[in-house]
């Protein structure tokens, strides 16, 4: 697995849907996807990028997990070809216990924690240079430097 950080959680330029964006450490790589707004507000929280009273579920989180006497050892993302999904596991006498979750949740509770994040290679299949822009946008790029002359003389004779 490959450690990751967060960077930022943004609207994208494209869609106007909230993304939050990671970086392989020490790498040029990036990993971004889309979330749901709520997910989005509680992760920004935890990041300290906005302002908020509390973020009751991950208070409440917490205290379930200091009740089973675990520990948040990591936040791990996976990939297939619907997305991004993940996870967080925990430590618990020795053991350690698998739980999936929101890809938001699962950041949000590894930042208030402190441990790392790790990204499969699944999930680093949807990863680009942190150079590369998107598709739409080398496509949108072409398309606005393209004339028709660029296709030389297609009038029919």
């Known amino acids: 697995m490959t450690p ?10 494209h869609t106007g849907r909230p993304m939050v964006m990671l970086q392989v450490e020490g790498r040029d790589r990036w990993l971004a996807f ?3 707004m709520n997910e989005a507000n509680r992760l920004a929280c935890c990041l300290g990028v906005t302002q908020c009273a509390c973020t009751p579920i991950f208070d409440l989180a917490e205290q379930l997990i200091g009740h089973l006497r675990a520990a948040v050892v990591r936040a791990y993302l996976e990939g297939d070809e619907r997305g ?10 020795g053991a350690e216990l698998i739980l999936p979750c929101h890809p938001a949740d699962a ?16 999930a680093l299949a949807h990863a680009r ?7 739409a946008d080398e496509v949108a790029d072409w398309l606005a430097r393209i004339h028709p002359s660029d296709f030389g003389d297609t009038a029919p004779r």
């Open 84 to 93: 991004i999904s993940a996870g967080l596991v925990l430590e618990r006498d």
């Open 107 to 122: 950041l949000a509770l590894a930042v208030r924690a402190h441990v790392p994040i790790m990204a499969q290679d699944s």
């Open 34 to 36: 889309y979330l749901p």
């Open 129 to 135: 240079s942190a150079g590369a822009k998107p598709p």
């Open 4 to 13: 990751m950080r967060v960077i930022e959680v943004n609207t994208c330029a």
